[in-house]
T-cell receptor, first 111, second 113 residues
Framework: LAKTTQPISMDSYEGQEVNITCSHNNIATNDYITWYQQFPSQGPRFIIQGYKTKVTNEVASLFIPADRKSSTLSLPRVSLSDTAVYYC????????????FGTGTRLTIIP | DADVTQTPRNRITKTGKRIMLECSQTKGHDRMYWYRQDPGLGLRLIYY???????NKGEISDGYSVSRQAQAKFSLSLESAIPNQTALYFC????????????FGPGTRLTVL
């Protein structure tokens, strides 16, 4: 499973766009990139998944450059409720049994 | 996610006691997982099961055992609890047909005194 590196923490003000970048230099051809969000004392929740280029849903956008060695989760116009830990995971779409969540990025939204 | 439930939600026990944490799911997924999370750290995989007859160790299986009683039920046991097993435990399910996205339960907070 490709190792990922993401910032330990980030702060942002309400209403701003937040971009969290994840590095995964050893990503394999059949690996997908998945982001999860975790609030305190709750289980992680799926946000978005992508393979290449750009993916957008009602919650976030995921930007993946052509070399796929990194990815950026973009949260538009954040609010206080977006304060959470965000995990970047990389692995095959089928059979990611050894999923490694790492420590994630602790995002704090400031009023 | 209400589709994945865990019992109990909180448990305090003493060193040496046997503890069982239970997980049930109504999502119809074949794959189920047990993780633990320590304060300020990410999740670590304890055991996972791809179907009723399949059980696999994760990265930190020592001191734990599991039982997959049915597709919907996956239990985690601590045969003889010790204080460093104090943690938040999460159960999750996934379906490879749904990009293998994992759906997590609400967690069980276990304290071993």
């Amino acid at each position: 499973l490709a190792k990922t590196t993401q910032p330990i923490s980030m702060d942002s003000y309400e209403g701003q766009e937040v971009n969290i970048t994840c590095s995964h230099n050893n990503i394999a051809t059949n690996d997908y990139i998945t982001w999860y969000q975790q609030f305190p004392s709750q289980g992680p929740r799926f946000i978005i998944q992508g393979y290449k280029t750009k993916v957008t849903n009602e919650v976030a956008s995921l930007f993946i450059p052509a070399d796929r060695k990194s990815s950026t989760l973009s949260l538009p116009r954040v609010s206080l409720s977006d304060t959470a830990v965000y995990y970047c995971l990389v692995g095959p779409n089928f059979g990611n049994e050894k999923l490694t969540f790492g420590t994630g990025t602790r995002l704090t939204i400031i009023p | 996610d209400a589709d994945v439930t865990q019992t109990p939600r909180n448990r305090i026990t003493k060193t040496g006691k046997r503890i069982m944490l239970e997980c049930s799911q109504t999502k119809g997924h074949d794959r189920m997982y047990w993780y633990r999370q320590d304060p300020g750290l990410g999740l670590r995989l304890i055991y996972y099961s791809f179907d009723v007859k399949d059980i696999n160790k994760g990265e930190i299986s020592d001191g734990y055992s599991v039982s997959r009683q049915a597709q919907a039920k996956f239990s985690l046991s601590l045969e003889s609890a010790i204080p460093n097993q104090t943690a938040l435990y999460f159960c999750a399910t996934s379906d490879p047909g749904e990009t293998d996205t994992q759906y997590f339960g609400p967690g069980t907070r276990l304290t071993v005194l």
